[in-house]
């Protein structure tokens, strides 16, 4: 019988990961979103993995992704950081939006950290602030579509708790601890790549949604398919509202900007809640 070529990719990509780590095991995946790539500064990197090197791997087109995996120790844990995530806006289908993260699980990673940069939709979330994901709405495609792959995971992944708890409550502690203010709330995450209209805007806050992005919630999906705890995070950059001044824009450079500038608080979290696992 021949093998699932999604199986394929996915192994193929996967081993020659594992040649460049030399023996290292990652226990902690990191995905960083759209200026936020930073944390990589705080990494004792021992290895640096282009994307364009890895057999049948997409390469980030996105603004502020970069495009490697970064391999190094990061609050005493050996850490695995995507620099640059793969996007669906991008043209890929989700097979390969996915497979860098089937990759760090094929590596060994026990959990996943997810970061993003997102509008706040909610009225209580300014620029720069940050939020804990507790639970997401997704209107994306689901990546799990298709003939399931049963050496990864079940045909129908409970979602009760995407994001584990226990992570939350630590991470809240955390930011208490360094006096970093947090929300808790909700990611929606459409295909863009246009933003929303300021009708959808209004609809993503009625249906429960404080925060809206373009990505994450596949990576999610994938790890949980498998069994991997998830913690991800939101730096909201621009204010997502349906009220906007008659001349009001939406400018995906001021976005990364407003994501370079929290950053350094998210990188803090990141940080200590790695060293507390």
Do not use: W
């Amino acid at each position: 019988m021949n093998m699932d070529p999604r199986i394929e990719r996915i192994e193929n990509a996967a081993s020659f990961v594992e040649e460049q780590l030399s023996g290292l095991r990652p226990e902690v995946g990191i995905i960083l979103g759209s200026g936020l790539g930073r944390l990589v500064d705080d990494i004792a990197v021992e290895k640096t993995i282009p994307y364009r090197d890895i057999p049948g791997f997409p390469v980030s087109t996105a603004l502020g992704h970069k495009g490697n995996f970064i391999v190094g120790t990061l609050g005493g844990k050996t850490v695995i950081a995507m620099q640059g995530r793969i996007h669906y806006y991008e043209g890929y289908p989700m097979d390969l939006v996915t497979l860098p993260t089937r990759v760090m699980i094929e590596a060994g990673i026990k959990y996943l950290f997810v970061s993003n940069a997102a509008g706040g939709v909610n009225y209580d979330y300014k620029i720069g602030d940050l939020m804990i994901i507790k639970d997401h709405i997704n209107q994306m495609p689901n990546p799990l579509i298709g003939p399931n792959m049963d050496k990864y995971g079940p045909r129908f992944p409970d979602m009760t708790r995407p994001y584990d708890p226990d992570l939350i409550a630590r991470a809240e502690k955390i930011a208490g601890e360094l006096g970093i203010p947090v929300h808790k709330g909700v990611y929606y995450g459409g295909t863009g790549p246009t933003y929303e209209t300021p009708s959808e805007y209004k609809y993503i806050r009625i249906i429960g949604g404080d925060v809206t992005g373009m990505s994450t919630i596949p990576e999610v999906i994938t790890a949980r398919h498998s069994g991997i705890p998830v913690f991800g995070m939101s730096v909201v950059t621009n204010e997502a509202h349906d009220d906007y001044s008659p001349d009001y824009f939406n400018d995906g450079d001021a976005v990364v900007k407003a994501a370079d500038a929290a950053a350094g608080k998210l990188c803090s979290i990141f940080k200590k809640l790695i060293e507390s696992l």
